[in-house]
């Protein structure tokens, strides 16, 4: 029976809602992998260098350009929203009150496992099919080591609910840290693909924003907020568009679009709402698109290989970052290690991260895949890392900065 492009992509829609949910329901595995966590491994699973390489007419089948190609659209808007609701979510007045403890933080908490990141990459540049067709060796090397510094402010925050922290203290201090590295990971990010054939372009799109976005705040803060939830969406594609015209990414501009917005404007029921939702409702295709970019030709062993390296990187650098903070700042005994294991959460950003990247060829899908499975290794290690320790020092969940 000849099947339709219509049909064979509900096919895949089955596949990418079902196979996680039942893995994450019926193997009850939330404790160490959130569902967020399991449609990622699925994703992987389901792509083409495991499932497709074992059932390769499958693959083909389910799988062809024409789906794939609508699977990508569905994935990149809702990436976008995404990304624009965390830069909404960036709490700078609380980070400048307390500017001091968040910048040295937030800067041993980046810095740290960057140059660690950075060391590894360095190692990776003498051997053929990690790096990039079209990337200098210090794109590459900062681009890894920033992988392995990123903190997923998203999944951050599902983590922090999970733990019941998120409203205390401690949770909100860890949000400010978190959203300094941010903007630090997005600018970064905008040097990487800094294109000096097109510098002149990316420059005015810069003065461009900076100008229309003092219009689009006072149009905001004059509308009815029902209102600004549709404006928000149209400034959104607008943003996205304009960047990507730059050749600075259309993610780049969709955090721009969310940055330069106050979360005020918002109700942040609605806010937490309309987050949950995308990630439960559309989410899991980006994630399922992630894993079909995965690639193994360089051989499985090398590839975890390299993931082992850079999640030690990843892991050790944090959390040295972190335990130096601490002592500058002289916290309690254990304070730092809470911190520091929290902040290692990376999955979406670096995702999205390593996404644009590979898009640049400035990575190849092999060091795409060993970046994957390292964000994948470090989430994972959250909370289980932080539960125990969270009952033992139970005092820091209400201790103030």
């Known amino acids: 029976m000849h099947m339709g492009t219509t049909e064979i992509f ?30 990622i491994i699925a994703g992987i699973l389901l ?12 693959y083909s089948f389910v799988f062809n350009p024409q789906v794939v190609q609508s699977l990508n659209g569905i994935a990149w808007w809702a990436v976008m929203i995404f990304v624009m609701i965390a830069g909404v979510e960036l709490d700078l007045k609380k980070a400048w009150t307390h500017r001091r403890e968040s910048s040295i933080t937030a800067g041993l908490a980046l810095g740290t496992p960057l140059v660690f990141g950075c060391i590894a990459a360095i190692g990776l540049v003498g051997y ?5 067709p079209k990337a200098h060796d210090w794109q590459f090397v900062l681009g890894v080591g920033m992988s392995c510094a990123v903190t997923a402010l998203p999944i951050l925050i599902l983590l922090m609910e999970k733990l019941e922290i ?45 100008i229309v976005t003092k219009l689009f705040r006072m149009m905001m803060v004059r509308i009815e907020e029902r209102d600004r939830w549709y404006v928000s969406f149209i400034w959104l594609a607008v943003c996205a568009l304009a960047a990507d015209w730059a050749g600075l990414h259309f993610m780049v501009g969709a955090f721009l679009a ?21 990630l439960m409702a559309v989410m899991p295709v980006f994630f399922l698109s992630t894993g079909l970019r995965t690639n193994w030709a360089m051989g499985g062993s090398a590839v975890f290989l390299v993931a082992g390296v850079l999640l030690v990187a990843s892991v050790a650098g944090k959390l040295a970052g972190i335990h130096v903070a601490g002592k500058i ?25 390593a996404n644009i990247l590979l898009d640049k060829q400035i990575i190849t899908s092999e060091t795409f895949t060993a970046l994957l ?3 994948i290794g470090s989430t994972m290690l959250t909370v289980p890392m ?16």
Do not use: C, H
Not at 47 to 58: C, D, F, N, V
């Open 166 to 210: 998120l409203r205390q203290p401690i949770g909100q201090r860890i949000l400010r840290y978190a959203s300094l590295d941010d903007i630090a990971i997005w600018g970064v990010l905008a040097v990487i693909l800094l294109d000096w054939d097109r510098v002149g372009r990316q420059a005015g799109f810069l003065v461009v924003f900076a």
């Open 373 to 375: 499975l390292m964000a």
């Open 258 to 278: 969310g940055a330069v917005m106050d979360a005020e404007w918002f109700n942040q029921e609605k806010m937490d709402f309309l987050r949950a939702n995308i």
């Open 47 to 58: 792509g083409p260098g495991i499932m497709g390489r074992a059932y390769p007419e499958y």
């Open 10 to 39: 509900l096919i895949a829609m089955t596949i990418i809602f079902s196979v996680p949910y039942l893995i994450w329901r019926l193997g009850g595995t939330d404790y160490y992998a959130p569902l967020v966590v399991v449609q």
């Open 128 to 132: 053929a099919g990690w790096m990039g």
């Open 329 to 353: 700042l002289k916290w309690e005994q254990g304070e730092a290690s809470i911190i520091g294991w929290l902040l290692q959460t990376k999955a979406l950003i670096m995702i999205i991260f």
């Open 386 to 401: 932080v539960a125990p320790k969270l009952q033992r020092v139970a005092q820091l969940i209400f201790k103030t900065s």
